[in-house]
């Protein structure tokens, strides 16, 4: 039997291939794969690399000062003299082309600034490894807040849907007469308020998706949810000062730390070496032409010379002697400001460590409390039924479950996030850590 299609307009097939389109935009995607859109997008992450690139020419400018410099230079003078006594007028014309060299023998400030300029480049390295880790902990927050938004409208959408079942019941009893007005009040103004919060929560949503969009570069995202039932690793060292031990070896910000304090100290050498003499060997090679209207001032010559130049200063008003006064006071102020970052590590790793493991502790806890809550709301149902429960209480307890759905629901995502901002804490963060938190997705 041949069954027709019906033709469709031009605005029906637009409509269509719109919603197909829509329907892939929004396909799932991966934590990982939403790191890799991200890192070629974002810009505070981009911004951050091209300054890590531009420290390599910075140090490639420094390392010039050991390589010779040469430089060309010409002239020409036009000169005449007017000899009245003698009755002479002389004319010449004088050309000059040179070329000259110099290279450092010995220079003990140069030296330490080529070796500030390789501490600094060092140092971008660390500065890039920090761009890095905040991208990673970024992604994961935006990603894990568009989840928890999701999991907030479903629970939130849950609750108006119970919270109508249990008005209409309510509706049906008193026009039964088994229940009091009260009831279908109370019922009432749970679900307008359920219907407000179904509303907020919505907007949130949309919001969080904007945001996340914004992040990696892409339309309509939609993140994997976790695997059901949702199992959190556990802690690996699970010891506080173990991590701050690592952190003390690896964090950049210490790192940066030691090269503020190792740049402070170059400078202070820098600054002793106004004491010292610096050595320059120099060369110049050029060519001279003369031409006049008498004869000895004709001719051409080649001019060649090689030679060492030394300088030492003897005074310079007391500047040097104040000088290094002044980098010693700021190398102190980097060896305190070292100080100061790895205690603030050490303050930062304890902690994220705590408080993930008060994380893991409360999303047992809740856990618990959400099979003790459905438990209850049977319990009242059945109650309500028999008539030995009142509709409030069952609202109650439908409130309460939803809520520690939700509660849950945000103490699973902030353990995840939070083992991320322990290893940041730590300085350990790589973006192949999100390999693990991906393993816990829905594919």
Known sequence: MHIPFPRLRLSQLMQVAALALGATAAQAESLVELYNAARPYDATYLAARSLADSNQF??????????PSIGVGASHTNART???????????????VGLSGRQTLY????????AQARVLLDASGAELET???????RVAQAYFDVLAAQDTLGTAQAN???ISEQLASAKRNFE???????????AQARFDL??????????DLRTRRVVLDQLVGRANVQPNPLRQPVMLPSLEPADAEAWVTSAWDNHPGIRLALAGLETARLETEKARAGHLPTVELTAQLGGQRQRGNAAELAGNSVPASVGVEMNLPLFAGFAIQNRVKETLALEERARNELDAARRNVATATRTAYFQVQSGLAQVRALEAAEASSKLALEATQLGYRVGVRVNLDVLNAQTQLFTTQRDLAFARYNVLLGTLRLRQAAGQ?????????????TP
């Open 107 to 114: 220079n003990r400030a140069d030296s330490a600034t080529i």
């Open 82 to 96: 007017d000899w009245r006594t003698r009755d002479l007028d002389l004319k010449s014309r004088t050309t000059v």
């Open 176 to 186: 039964v007469g088994t229940a009091t007005i009260t009831d279908t009040r109370e």
């Open 131 to 137: 761009a890095e880790q905040d991208l990673v902990v």
């Open 429 to 441: 963060l790589r973006g192949e850590d999100l390999l693990a938190i991906n393993s816990l997705l």
């Open 160 to 162: 108006r849907k119970a």
């Open 194 to 203: 359920a219907t407000a919060q179904e509303l907020a929560a919505d907007n």
């Open 58 to 67: 910075r140090a490639a400018q420094a390392d010039a000062l050991r390589l």
